[in-house]
């Protein structure tokens, strides 16, 4: 499939995403019903694993294969929607253990007024497209390759189904992870000692991101 083909369904998913992305702002997210996360989370995983479907079949046309995936990746809609997709999955991890990773932290401090919160909001969210771009490209887009890999050799309208079903499960799954009391415990706890040690948590940090960087270059070297 060429890019332009499969546009218009990567538009859909990159508007809504988007709109996920903008139900983590704090003053919105209070006024949502009941149920209302978990109705998102089971909106943007399904999409976020059927874009995967259809973004290994996608041919970018000729390039060169030093190049990293962030640079090969020659569609905007295609763009637009891993990055929100991967920026809405953050903000709820972030949010539901109450976490922090040194500045990055979608929720702004209690103390704010509405206009500085929205400031603050935005900065994490639009201010870091394209580091949440790069890590949508190393971390999620290579993930939802290998899981929708098997389905590519259905044809589309039944590999398209099986991907819809298998988000679908996936979102449960994601949504039950990130409530659960054990490992939001954990994670604070990491969070704790990052605070306790914040040159220990620089040094970590940089190493969970040039370590998989690293390696992904040497892959496709290979």
Same mark, same amino acid.
Request: proline share 8%; with cysteine; net charge positive.
């Given at each position: ?31 949502? /019903?009941?149920?209302?996360? !978990?109705?998102?989370? +089971?909106?943007?995983? *399904?999409? #976020?694993?059927? &874009? ?33 997709g991967f920026m809405y999955l953050t903000c709820v991890a972030l ?46 887009? /290579?993930?939802?390759?290998? !899981?929708?890999?098997? +389905?590519?050799?259905? *044809?589309? #309208?039944?590999? &398209? ?62």
């Amino acid at each position: 499939m060429s890019p332009r083909q499969v546009a218009p369904l990567f538009i859909v998913i990159a508007l809504i995403n988007a709109v996920a992305v903008a139900t983590r702002f704090d003053l919105l997210a209070a006024k949502l /019903p009941d149920g209302a996360a !978990l109705g998102v989370m +089971l909106a943007v995983v *399904p999409l #976020l694993v059927l &874009g995967g479907y259809f973004e290994g079949r996608i041919d970018y046309g000729e390039q060169l294969a030093e190049l990293p995936l962030w640079m090969r990746i020659k569609s905007v809609p295609v763009k637009l929607a891993f990055t929100f997709g991967f920026m809405y999955l953050t903000c709820v991890a972030l949010q539901t253990w109450d976490v922090e990773i040194g500045p990055i932290d979608p929720t702004p401090p209690a103390s704010f007024p509405a206009e500085k919160r929205a400031m603050w909001f935005a900065i994490f969210t639009g201010g870091m497209f394209f580091p949440f771009y790069l890590a949508a490209t190393s971390i999620l887009i /290579p993930g939802l390759r290998g !899981l929708t890999w098997p +389905l590519r050799k259905l *044809p589309s #309208l039944a590999g &398209g189904l099986v991907a819809i079903v298998l988000g679908g499960v996936i979102g449960v799954l994601v949504m039950s992870a990130v409530t659960s009391s054990a490992i939001g415990d954990f994670i604070k706890g990491i969070s704790a000692t990052f605070k306790a040690h914040p040159v220990a948590a620089v040094g970590i940090s940089l190493a969970a991101t040039l370590i998989p960087l690293a390696i992904g270059l040497v892959r496709e070297r290979e």
